[in-house]
């Protein structure tokens, strides 16, 4: 993450802390799709996008080449998502466990 220069640490965490509550303020997906088209390039959007969509296709089992052909997205990208998703901070997994949830429910 880029530092600001005239920003210390805290206030960096602050601004971030006040994204986070800016999204939970919303309350439908159509909110939440102006709110990110608002803040978000275009290929901001398709890389969190493409993200998604592998993390969904590594919870099917698929392997790396079969999700590359399926999306378009390199092979590195994969991997990155792959071990995020195995080892980070826990928030692909818990989200994707929270929609297999509602789908089965």
């Known amino acids: 993450m880029?530092?600001?220069?005239s920003l210390s640490p805290r206030q960096e965490a602050l601004h971030e802390r006040a994204l986070y509550?800016?999204?939970?303020a919303?309350?439908?997906?159509?909110?939440?799709r102006a709110f990110f088209r608002d803040?978000?390039?275009?290929?901001?959007l398709q890389a969190m996008s493409?993200?998604?969509?592998?993390?969904?296709?590594l919870g099917r089992g698929l392997a790396y080449r079969e999700i590359q052909k399926l999306t378009g997205v390199s092979v590195t990208t994969i991997g990155r998502v792959a071990r995020y998703l195995t080892n980070g901070n826990?928030?692909?997994a818990m989200v994707a466990e929270r929609l297999r949830g509602s789908r089965q429910g």
């Open 90 to 92: 826990g928030g692909y």
């Open 21 to 24: 509550s800016a999204i939970l």
């Open 2 to 5: 880029k530092l600001h220069r």
């Open 50 to 57: 493409d993200r998604w969509a592998v993390v969904e296709l």
């Open 26 to 32: 919303l309350q439908s997906p159509d909110e939440l």
């Open 39 to 44: 803040l978000c390039t275009p290929a901001e």
